[in-house]
């Protein structure tokens, strides 16, 4: 489940390499997700999204994949960038009387040296 | 993709007085906002689902009272943080959903609450 009042884990990586960030949700009845880039002192803006129907789903360098099984979610960035560098959330969407309520996980925190 | 956009960006205030935050959804209607609080280095807690023309639905350990929401159009809505006290200080982010369920979410850019 969440682990809101813990301080963000941090993956740092060098400009050009690949990142993976990782995600556990909680709820099995979950069927959408969403990843989530947050820099500071910005709102979260939508990365990608997939559905539970899916196990993979790919953007511009960006791949997600879905474990189902193990409750698992991941992101993968290609080429890192500087740019890139920010807070990354996974959101579970869960239904609740016909919308979507989303609960966002832990968060990570993305750090590209150059 | 859709606009959200939230005001003020940043307040500071003394304790006591009562600050308004608008989120408004600038090229959609959103039937539905969420309100969520972030303390530094943590993650987004949400407040409360936000319902255009009912009561707002608070997350438990939420005070209704202290929190007030009001949805009253489809573009708009306002969280107002009453008699705000310094543990108040905090960062508050809306969203809005696109969607029949509203599952793709746009957020506002935040607003930075000091409480002096």
């Known amino acids: 489940g969440e682990s809101v009042g813990l301080h963000l884990p941090t993956l740092s990586v060098q400009e050009g390499d690949n990142s993976i960030i990782n995600c556990a949700y909680s709820?099995?009845?979950?069927?959408?997700f969403i990843w989530y880039k947050q820099e500071s002192g910005k709102g979260p803006q939508f990365i990608i999204d997939?559905?539970?129907?899916?196990d993979k789903r790919q953007g511009q360098r960006v791949t997600v994949l879905l474990n189902k099984t193990v409750k698992h979610l991941s992101l993968q960035i290609a080429a890192t960038q500087p740019g890139d560098s920010a807070v990354y959330f996974c959101?579970?969407?869960?239904?609740?009387?016909?919308?979507?309520?989303?609960?966002f996980g832990r968060g990570t925190s993305l750090i590209v040296h150059p | 993709g859709a606009v959200v956009s939230q005001h003020p960006s940043w307040v500071i205030c003394k304790s006591g007085t009562s600050v308004k935050i608008e989120c408004r959804s600038l090229?959609?209607?959103?039937?539905?906002m969420f309100w969520y609080r972030q303390f530094p280095k943590q993650s987004l807690m949400l407040m409360a689902t936000?319902?255009?023309?009912?009561?707002?639905?608070?997350e438990q350990g939420v005070e209704k009272d202290k929190f007030l929401i009001n949805h009253a159009s489809l573009t708009l809505s306002t969280l107002t943080v009453t008699s705000a006290h310094p543990e108040d200080s905090s960062f508050y982010i809306c969203?809005?959903?696109?969607?029949?369920?509203?599952?793709?979410?746009?957020f506002g850019s935040g607003t930075q609450l000091s409480v002096l």
């Open positions: 969203s809005a959903g696109e969607g029949a369920a509203n599952e793709k979410l746009f």
């Open positions: 936000s319902n255009e023309g009912s009561k707002a639905t608070y």
């Open positions: 709820n099995s009845a979950s069927d959408y």
């Open positions: 959101a579970e969407n869960r239904a609740s009387g016909g919308s979507y309520i989303p609960t």
């Open positions: 090229d959609f209607q959103a039937t539905t």
């Open positions: 997939i559905r539970s129907n899916m």
